[in-house]
């Protein structure tokens, strides 16, 4: 059962595309995030909403935006794609109560040359 | 800046010992620490959390010990099994002011346990 889903698991494009990455949640969670992994850097905060109405940068937002379209969908787009955003790209949901257990998706895979 | 630091980088053990991994932070707000445990192609999940009121809190074979004091904590893996080949990694967070809800991660630990 994939209650956080992410799309699409694997891109690669070139440099100076615009990219949209796409995350939706049946989970029913107000609060969604987007984190960047990379080796040796852990999970980075790249961007994260509280509510449908709240959009928040994180420790490394330059270079990306991103859209609250429902409480389910949190979408992140490189405006500009760049060889150093070549990442393994989360998306995690928590809900408002309890002890912020976040749930990731699975991750999209992306390249950019 | 790298508000909490993780070491090793990377561990290989024999089945049936006990991996250790530390982590280290520096924000006094910190008040909830969760391990999250991530195998090859899938996201990271909860593994095991704790908060600052106890210094040590097992389930199953894992373990957080937790130094308030040195504002350090680690996850010890007793009887590890080569299905505990994963990374980890540590995080912290705040229930209150304008971290909460945010989890900030360190580096990671790439665990091999051989059989």
């Known amino acids: 059962d994939a209650d956080v889903t992410q799309t699409p698991r694997n891109r690669i494009t070139k440099t100076g595309k615009r990219i949209m990455l796409e995350c939706s949640q049946t989970k029913g969670h107000d609060r969604m995030y987007w984190y960047r992994q990379d080796p040796g850097l852990g999970l980075r905060l790249i961007y994260y909403?509280?509510?449908?109405?709240?959009?928040n940068k994180g420790e490394i937002s330059d270079g990306y935006s991103v859209s609250r379209q429902a409480q389910a969908k949190f979408s992140l787009s490189l405006e500009s794609a760049i060889p150093n955003q070549t990442a393994l790209y989360f998306c995690a949901t928590s809900d408002r109560t309890g002890l912020n257990e976040q749930f990731f998706g699975p991750g999209t895979r992306l390249t950019v040359l | 800046q790298q508000q909490v630091k993780q070491s090793p980088q990377s561990l290989i053990v024999q089945k049936g010992g006990i991996p250790i991994i530390n982590c280290a932070y520096e924000?006094?707000?910190?008040?909830?620490f969760p391990w999250y445990q991530q195998f090859p192609g899938k996201g990271p999940a909860l593994l095991i959390a704790?908060?600052?009121?106890?210094s040590e809190k097992k389930e199953g074979r894992f373990t957080i010990s937790f130094n308030k004091s040195a504002k350090q904590f680690s996850l010890h893996i007793m009887d590890s099994q080569p299905g505990d080949s994963a990374t980890y990694f540590c995080a912290a967070s705040s229930y209150g002011g304008t971290s909460y809800g945010k989890l900030t991660f360190g580096q990671g630990t790439i665990l091999t346990v051989h059989p």
């Open positions: 924000n006094t707000a910190f008040d909830y």
């Open positions: 704790i908060r600052p009121d106890v």
């Open positions: 909403s509280f509510d449908v109405k709240d959009i």
